[in-house]
């Protein structure tokens, strides 16, 4: 009998183990497929194609629900061109000027330059080639029921022309159907901006990592329940000891890899050179992984700077940080500079986050995040800023410290909350300081807060600069706590205007 229990034993090992093999083979292919493939771009292809051969009457929807997957319409795509007649590269500088006018004329130089002299140009030649050709295009590719595939793909390619440009710092690739008419050719033009291709990233990274950190952990378990029935138990905790050891190496992996990736979305120093003198920035999760994460955007004359505070720390409070910048992102790209008012960002931001919760019933906590988001005038040095339960601190030239409140209130919690935004006097020398509230809640061993009173204290108390004053507040810090653990992710940014 016990050779029959033992046989069964090991037939169900070997089982458990070449599923474990299958899966995490199946979910390593699944990660080489997502990443060799771009389905950004093979869908931006699909929409242009299928542009071409729709009526006029359904083409704004068709644009309305391209622009929902983060791909959009050249003005002027989907013209006729005399090739002979007309220079196609002046007539799309004009239809830009026409659709975006100050926007597009304003550009930065090198952008500017670039877009005319290597791309409108570049579509001219290409049209110029593309008439000169005799063969057309076979009717049955562009078919609204047809699905899209490699063979599309093929027949399309002598016709599409792909390059890149960047709009206001933000790089975008250009996709350009040129299809030979009778005297001409019609060309039908889409952009997608790099923001699409990170989104698609995550997808394709994160997900299949939580499907392999889950299933190993699972069929982990179903061989404990085996192991019991062979009742060795010194083996069984060998092999427990084991087998928990290369789950923690598999989730400690998975945690590094993750932890790249948030820290990827991290903003270089680029921007912040560009506005302030000095500037010092410290971020340190709990964790490895954590729910604090800072973001900024530039218009050219204004910089825009957040500081977030995401529900919990660790994968949960660092997936909802991924979630907010992504957030951000997309409400800014959606805003020329001229529209991008603080509040109503927050305001939307706060919306989404409730109307997502509102749809997933067996929510088990809420998701959101307190924050604050300011934006520099580079000529006035003007600041105003917007507040979710975040202060913004600034020491004045003479020691003083000043602090500013927000709005009351966490994002993602409550629908149409209003944030009011504030306006801020800075003078030369100014520090603008941003922390989270990790700090001011972190512990000692008499269970005493280090809270922002001492922070502001030690503030007064130091120097005029970025580096030495925060410096000076995290040596105060580890001071205060001694042997206690850290409690919270920690963020403490500084600026000098």
């Known amino acids: 009998m016990k050779l029959v229990i033992n046989t069964i034993g090991h037939f169900k090992n070997l089982i458990i183990l070449l599923a474990i093999l299958i899966e995490i083979g199946w979910l390593g292919l699944t990660i080489k497929n997502n990443l060799d493939s771009n389905t950004v771009q093979t869908e931006a292809i699909s929409v242009l194609a299928k542009s071409t051969i729709l009526e006029s009457k359904d083409l704004p929807v068709f644009k309305k629900d391209a622009a929902t997957k983060n791909i959009y319409f050249w003005p002027g795509s989907g013209n006729f061109f005399s090739v002979e007649k007309n220079h196609i590269s002046s007539r799309f500088d004009n239809y830009l000027l026409d659709e975006y006018g100050e926007e597009y004329s304003n550009l930065p130089v090198q952008e500017f330059d670039h877009l005319i002299e290597n791309v409108l140009k570049q579509i001219e030649s290409a049209?110029?080639?593309?008439?000169?050709?005799?063969?057309k295009i076979d009717e049955d590719i562009l078919d609204l029921d047809r699905k899209f595939d490699n063979t599309i793909y093929t027949e399309l390619s002598k016709y599409l022309f792909i390059s890149r440009y960047d709009w206001m710092g933000y790089s975008k690739n250009l996709y350009t159907l040129i299809l030979p008419e009778r005297n001409g050719v019609k060309i039908y033009i889409a952009s997608v901006s790099d923001a699409a291709e990170k989104v698609n990233f995550f997808k394709s990274i994160i997900t299949p990592l939580l499907l392999l950190i889950i299933s190993s952990l699972l069929l982990i378990l179903l061989n404990y329940k085996n192991y019991l029935i062979k009742g060795q138990l010194e083996s069984v905790i060998d092999q427990r000891t084991k087998d928990l050891l290369e789950a923690k190496k598999t989730i400690d992996?998975?945690?590094?890899?993750?932890?790249?990736?948030?820290?990827?979305?991290?903003?270089?120093?680029e921007n912040h050179e560009k506005f302030?003198?000095?500037?010092?920035?410290f971020w340190q999760p709990k964790d490895r992984l954590g729910g604090d994460i800072y973001w900024?955007?530039?218009?050219?004359?204004?910089f825009y700077f957040a500081i977030i505070d995401?529900?919990?720390h660790g994968i949960p409070g660092s997936l909802v940080?991924?979630?907010?910048?992504?957030?951000?992102?997309?409400?800014?790209?959606?805003?020329t500079k001229e529209s991008i008012n603080l509040s109503k960002v927050l305001a939307e931001i706060n919306n989404n986050f409730v109307n997502t919760?509102?749809?997933?019933?067996?929510?088990?906590?809420?998701?959101?995040?307190?924050?604050?988001?300011?934006?520099?005038?580079?000529?006035?040095k003007s600041l105003s800023f917007v507040s979710a339960k975040t202060p913004l601190f600034i020491k004045r030239e003479n020691g003083k410290v000043d602090e500013y409140s927000g709005t009351r209130k966490t994002v993602g919690y409550k629908k149409d909350v209003v944030f009011y935004e504030k306006a801020v006097d800075l003078f030369e020398n100014d520090i603008i300081i941003l922390t989270t509230d990790g700090i001011f809640?972190?512990?000692?061993?008499?269970?005493?807060?280090?809270?922002?009173?001492?922070m502001i204290s030690i503030i007064e108390k130091g120097e005029l600069n970025t580096d030495f004053l925060v410096q000076q507040i995290l040596s105060d810090l580890e001071n205060f706590k001694g042997q206690m653990a850290q409690r919270d992710d920690i963020t403490i940014i500084a600026f000098q205007v």
């Open 127 to 135: 049209a110029k080639l593309v008439s000169q050709t005799n063969s």
């Open 253 to 269: 992996d998975s945690v590094k890899y993750a932890s790249s990736i948030q820290q990827s979305l991290l903003p270089t120093g």
């Open 276 to 281: 302030f003198k000095n500037y010092f920035i």
């Open 296 to 302: 900024n955007f530039s218009d050219g004359n204004n």
């Open 310 to 312: 995401c529900t919990g």
């Open 321 to 335: 940080s991924m979630i907010t910048v992504t957030m951000f992102n997309s409400i800014i790209n959606q805003r």
């Open 357 to 380: 919760q509102k749809n997933n019933k067996d929510k088990l906590s809420n998701e959101g995040f307190d924050g604050l988001i300011f934006k520099l005038n580079e000529n006035n």
């Open 441 to 454: 809640d972190q512990n000692n061993s008499a269970n005493k807060i280090y809270s922002k009173k001492r």
